[in-house]
C-alpha cells in the first residue's frame, strides 16, 4: 500500500470519526435543549402557578377587607340611627307634658321619701318638688328632669334623674331595640 492509500485511509477516518462526533454532539445539543425547554416549562408552570395562588390571595384579602369596610359602615349607621333615636327620645322626656312630669315625680317621690331627707330637681321642676315633698330642698341639678333623694347623713343616694332612668334602660334594651330596627 502506498502512502496515498494511507493517507486516503486516515482521512475516511478522520471523516468517519469527524460525522460519528458531529451526530453525537447534535444529539447531545438536541437533549440538552430539550431538557432546558423542559426545566423552562416546568418553571414557567410553577410560576403561574404561584402568580395564581397570589392572585387568588390578594384577591381573596380585598374581599376581606372590602366586607369588613361594608360591616363598619353598617354598624356605624346603626349606631347614629341609635343615636338619633336615643337624643329624640331624651328630647321627648325632657319635654313632658306638666301633667305627666308632675304624675311621675309624685310616684318617685312618694315610693323613696320615707327614711330620706333631703331631695335636689332640676330648676325647672323646683317649685313643683317643693309643693309634693316635705324632705328638704337643697339644689339643683343638671338634668333632664326627675330627682335625685340622699338620707340625713349623705350617705345613700337614689338617683332618679330621667337622665339616668333613659340611661340604663337604654343599655338593658339596646339588643331589643336594634333588633326591631334593624332586623
Not at 445539543?29 to 402568580?51: G, H, N, P, Q, W
Not at 339588643?175 to 332586623?183: A, M, Q, R, T, Y
Given at each position: 500500500?502506498?502512502?496515498?492509500?494511507?493517507?486516503?485511509?486516515?482521512?475516511?477516518?478522520g471523516?468517519?470519526?469527524?460525522?460519528?462526533?458531529e451526530?453525537?454532539?447534535?444529539?447531545e445539543?438536541?437533549?440538552?435543549?430539550?431538557?432546558?425547554?423542559?426545566?423552562?416549562?416546568?418553571?414557567?408552570?410553577?410560576?403561574?402557578?404561584?402568580?395564581r395562588?397570589?392572585?387568588?390571595?390578594?384577591?381573596?384579602?380585598?374581599?376581606?377587607?372590602?366586607?369588613?369596610?361594608?360591616?363598619?359602615?353598617?354598624l356605624?349607621?346603626r349606631?347614629e340611627?341609635?343615636?338619633?333615636v336615643?337624643?329624640a327620645?331624651?328630647?321627648?322626656?325632657?319635654k313632658?307634658?306638666?301633667?305627666?312630669?308632675?304624675?311621675?315625680?309624685?310616684?318617685?317621690?312618694?315610693?323613696?321619701?320615707?327614711?330620706?331627707?333631703?331631695?335636689?330637681?332640676?330648676?325647672?321642676?323646683k317649685?313643683?318638688?317643693?309643693?309634693?315633698?316635705?324632705?328638704?330642698?337643697?339644689?339643683?341639678?343638671?338634668?333632664?328632669?326627675?330627682v335625685?333623694i340622699?338620707?340625713?347623713?349623705?350617705?345613700e343616694?337614689?338617683?332618679?334623674?330621667?337622665?339616668?332612668?333613659?340611661?340604663?334602660?337604654?343599655?338593658?334594651?339596646l339588643?331589643?331595640?336594634?333588633?326591631?330596627?334593624?332586623?
Open positions: 500500500m502506498g502512502l496515498e492509500a494511507i493517507v486516503e485511509e486516515i482521512l475516511a477516518k471523516r468517519a470519526e469527524a460525522e460519528k462526533i451526530e453525537e454532539t447534535s444529539l445539543v438536541s437533549k440538552i435543549i430539550a431538557d432546558a425547554e423542559a426545566a423552562a416549562s416546568k418553571l414557567k408552570t410553577a410560576k403561574e402557578a404561584a402568580v395562588k397570589e392572585i387568588d390571595r390578594l384577591r381573596q384579602q380585598e374581599l376581606s377587607s372590602a366586607n369588613l369596610e361594608v360591616k363598619k359602615a353598617k356605624n349607621a349606631k340611627i341609635l343615636d338619633e336615643y337624643e327620645t331624651k328630647d321627648a322626656v325632657q313632658l307634658p306638666a301633667e305627666k312630669n308632675l304624675t311621675l315625680l309624685k310616684s318617685i317621690i312618694e315610693k323613696n321619701e320615707k327614711n330620706n331627707a333631703k331631695i335636689y330637681s332640676r330648676n325647672k321642676d317649685q313643683t318638688v317643693k309643693k309634693i315633698t316635705e324632705l328638704e330642698y337643697k339644689g339643683e341639678i343638671d338634668c333632664i328632669g326627675g335625685v340622699e338620707n340625713a347623713e349623705g350617705t343616694v337614689l338617683d332618679f334623674k330621667y337622665d339616668t332612668i333613659l340611661g340604663d334602660v337604654t343599655e338593658q334594651s339588643k331589643h331595640v336594634s333588633d326591631i330596627l334593624f332586623g
